[in-house]
Each structure stands twice: as structure tokens, then as C-alpha cells.
């Protein structure tokens, strides 16, 4: 016997949902645009500064802030094209844009971190004069860039994993400064010289966290993973109780495109000799449970009025779905 299927979902919901992305990828892009030219700015006077005085420290840091600042233009230029609207070929829009340059932004903090590390190991061994007048003037105004880079960054959703590429990068220059102020210390006050590699190399571990968990969570949105926070076997059962003409849920799929952007397909076993205003009803249940409780804003639902007619006998048991 042919199982009868109903498959539903929202056209115009997706369709302004896709508007609203739009809108706050907009947001986003203005944000980094500001950033990058403040970054650019301050590498332009720490290069500068690093040639007049002929501090190693302050060209080092220039050649960071030159990653940064390429780092900020490529998260710019991801939440420009985020920011274009869905058509018939990006049906989900180009939102992906922005969580594959967090990814890329991640995995260049690798290369950087290491960068650093050699030449912090460098100047250990082989110690280099620095004048500390200068480095700390320009580490100081550097610093205060950075703070007001980062706070115009912040505030930003905590999906977005773009921004949050960005703001690791300008973080990373937060913590440098604060290490060259200090080191510019230590050398002008102390004569320590070797102040200087040393708190590189301790910037350089924080920085190295915080990329490898920007690289799992934007890899983790990369391969449709479930979002944080999200357990289908709790999805499962209390959307199971959402009506009372639910005999199960099943074949439960929530993933993440991009910040914000959460999207569900389930099957729903309705009992025996349901009609269409019933599954009207179920399918208003659904969608207010999944939008509430886990920020799901696209779901398709498919009813099945019967044992699933898909993959019978595993149906819900990680059985494959094309979405």
C-alpha cells in the first residue's frame, strides 16, 4: 500500500528571512570596513616608526598587523557578498561566504602564531638593541587603535563566526601592543631585553586557543553539524508533545548555514484518519516550538500517515537526508 506524504514549508518566511541576513550582513561589512582602515592606518605609522628608529619589534609588528589587515579586508569582502540576496542558483543566498572566511582567518592565526614563535626563539638567542622610547610611544597609540578596533567589532552574534575571525585577528593586536608596552617597559626601566620575545611568545599561546576553537565551531557550521545547544533527542521528544495528534517525530535534521540562520527538515507520524486542518494545526505547532526554543527559522516538515516510507525499519537512525 502507497503511503500519501505532505511535504510544507514556508516560501515567503525564507524569503524575509534572507532579507533579514541581508540587512545585518550590511551591519557587519560597515563594521569591518572602519576596522581595516584603522588596522591599515596603524601598520602604515608602526612600519614607519620601525624604519626611523630601526626597531626590529615595531617592523614585526607592522608585518602583524599587515595579516590582520588583509584578515579584516577578507572578512569584509565575505560579509559584502553574504550580504547579496538568495536566486535560483544560491537558493540559501550567499550567507556560507562569511563562516568560510572565519575558517580562513582561523587558519591563517596558524601560520602567524608560529611566525612569531620563530622569531621570539631568534632574538633569544641572537638579542637585538631596541629602542624603547619610540617602541613605546607607537605601542601605546597602537594600542589605543586596537582597543577602538575591537570595540566597534564587538556586540556582534555570536554565530557570526566571520566577525569572529576578524575580532581574533584585532585581538591578537590588542594583546601584541599590550605585550610591546610592556616589553618597552621592562627594556627602557629594567634592561630587559629579553622581555620582549618572551611575552611575544605568551601572546602568541592565548592567540593560538582561540583560533583552534574558532576553526572547530566555523568547521563544525562547515560540515552541517548541530547547532551548539541543540540535542535532537530532546528536539525529538518535546515535539513530540507540541500536539496531540503527533504519533512520533522522527529523521530530525538541524544545521546552521550561517550566523543566525538555523533550518530543520523532520518527519511527523500524525494518527490515523488525519485530515488537512489537522496537519495545519501540527505544522503551526512545530514551526512556533522550533522557532522558540532553538532559533530554527526555516523547517520543512514532512507528515507521514503511516510507518516513514523512507528507509523503513531505520528511519531516525542517522539514515541519509538531502538538503
Not at 563566526?161 to 581574533?168: E, T
Amino acid at each position: 500500500m502507497a503511503h500519501d506524504h505532505t511535504s510544507s514549508h514556508g516560501h515567503t518566511h525564507s524569503h524575509d528571512h534572507a532579507h533579514d541576513h541581508a540587512h545585518v550582513a550590511g551591519g557587519s561589512a560597515r563594521k569591518l570596513l572602519f576596522a581595516f582602515v584603522l588596522t591599515t592606518l596603524m601598520m602604515v605609522a608602526e612600519a614607519a616608526g620601525g624604519l626611523v628608529s630601526g626597531s626590529l619589534a615595531l617592523l614585526a609588528d607592522a608585518g602583524h598587523m599587515l595579516v590582520d589587515a588583509l584578515a579584516l579586508l577578507l572578512a569584509f569582502i565575505g560579509a559584502s557578498v553574504a550580504a547579496r540576496p538568495a536566486d535560483a542558483r544560491r537558493t540559501y543566498g550567499y550567507g556560507r561566504i562569511e563562516v568560510l572566511a572565519g575558517f580562513v582567518n582561523a587558519l591563517t592565526q596558524f601560520v602567524l602564531v608560529a611566525f612569531i614563535v620563530y622569531e621570539a626563539v631568534q632574538r633569544l638567542l641572537e638579542p637585538k638593541p631596541i629602542l624603547s622610547g619610540v617602541m613605546l610611544i607607537v605601542a601605546a597609540f597602537g594600542l589605543v587603535i586596537n582597543v577602538v578596533v575591537l570595540r566597534t567589532l564587538h556586540g556582534h552574534d555570536p554565530d557570526d563566526v566571520n566577525v569572529a575571525g576578524a575580532s581574533l585577528h584585532v585581538l591578537g593586536d590588542l594583546l601584541g601592543s599590550v605585550a610591546a608596552v610592556l616589553a618597552a617597559l621592562a627594556v627602557r626601566w629594567l634592561e630587559w631585553n629579553w622581555a620582549d620575545p618572551v611575552l611575544s611568545i605568551l601572546v602568541s599561546l592565548l592567540i593560538l586557543r582561540s583560533a583552534w576553537s574558532l576553526v572547530r565551531r566555523s568547521g563544525h557550521i562547515l560540515l552541517e553539524g548541530t547547532p551548539e545547544g541543540v540535542h535532537l533527542a530532546d528536539v525529538e521528544r518535546e515535539l513530540h508533545g507540541a500536539d496531540e495528534g503527533i504519533v512520533s517525530i522522527h529523521h530530525v535534521h538541524i544545521w546552521q548555514v550561517t550566523a543566525g540562520s538555523r533550518m530543520a527538515t523532520l518527519h511527523a507520524e500524525l494518527a490515523a484518519g488525519a485530515e488537512r486542518a489537522d496537519q495545519a494545526r501540527v505544522l503551526d505547532a512545530i514551526k512556533r516550538m522550533l522557532s522558540e526554543r532553538w532559533g530554527v527559522n526555516h523547517a520543512t516538515v514532512q507528515f507521514d500517515p503511516g510507518p516513514c516510507p523512507d528507509e523503513i525499519g531505520r528511519c531516525g537512525k542517522g539514515g541519509s537526508h538531502a538538503h
